[in-house]
Antibody
Framework: DVHLVESGGGLVQPGGSLRLSCAASGFSFRIFWMSWVRQAPGKGLEWVANINEDGSEKHYVDSVKGRFTISRDNARNSLDLQMNGLRAEDTAVYYC????????WGQGILVTVSS | DVVMTQSPLSLPVTLGQPASISCRSSQSLVYSSGNTFLNWFQQRPGQSPRRLIYLVSKRDPGVPDRFSGSGSGTNFTLKISRVEADDVGIYYCMQGTHWPPLTFGGGTKVEIK
């Protein structure tokens, strides 16, 4: 069975940094694109970033470009999201999702940006 | 960016009755390959989203056959043939043809009357 488990969330002040991680198991991690999707409290879904199989291609939604960095470690079956310069509007549950088109999702991790 | 517009926002349905959700895109979702990258997701209360449908009409493994997707170009529909209590939640369409960014519809909340 596919399992995606996010970690690293929490409360951070505006302007601060946080690193999210996603531990993947149950599938051949190295042959799939991976994605981050977020959901602000009471709001809809928003794609944040994705990365190709070997990490050579990365894409971001405009609102996080220059502040967030997606990366992966295929040896450890791990996906990361480094978030710098955090803003109140980044407050959301962040989901790790398999594939460009999100065929499996993690349980999500809450990031709260507040002073 | 491709804008995805869903209707209705809220859909009260009687158990056992059909339900239909519409999703329209601001431009055609037909890719140069001929594929149309339109997906549907279900998010039950308090849970992570789950993909139901990909490529307009293909059901993901384990998805009941009472769920069906249809459409083409810019107009798409998710139908539930007979709503069950387990189907309560928010449904999102998402396009993967013209990206970045990948974009979602605003969601349709299905509830039982």
């Amino acid at each position: 069975d596919v399992h995606l488990v996010e970690s690293g969330g929490g409360l951070v002040q505006p302007g601060g940094s946080l690193r999210l991680s996603c531990a993947a198991s149950g599938f051949s991690f190295r042959i799939f694109w991976m994605s981050w999707v977020r959901q602000a409290p009471g709001k809809g879904l928003e794609w944040v970033a994705n990365i190709n199989e070997d990490g050579s291609e990365k894409h971001y939604v405009d609102s996080v470009k220059g502040r967030f960095t997606i990366s992966r470690d295929n040896a450890r079956n791990s996906l990361d999201l480094q978030m710098n310069g955090l803003r109140a509007e980044d407050t959301a549950v962040y989901y790790c999702a398999k594939h460009k088109y999100f065929d499996f999702w993690g349980q999500g991790i809450l990031v709260t940006v507040s002073s | 960016d491709v804008v995805m517009t869903q209707s209705p926002l809220s859909l009260p349905v009687t158990l056992g009755q059909p339900a239909s959700i519409s999703c329209r895109s601001s431009q055609s979702l037909v890719y140069s390959s001929g594929n149309t990258f339109l997906n549907w997701f279900q998010q039950r209360p308090g849970q992570s989203p789950r993909r139901l449908i990909y490529l307009v009409s293909k059901r993901d493994p384990g998805v009941p056959d009472r769920f069906s997707g249809s459409g083409s170009g810019t107009n798409f529909t998710l139908k539930i043939s007979r709503v069950e209590a387990d189907d309560v939640g928010i449904y999102y369409c998402m396009q993967g043809t013209h990206w970045p960014p990948l974009t979602f519809g605003g969601g349709t909340k299905v509830e039982i009357k």
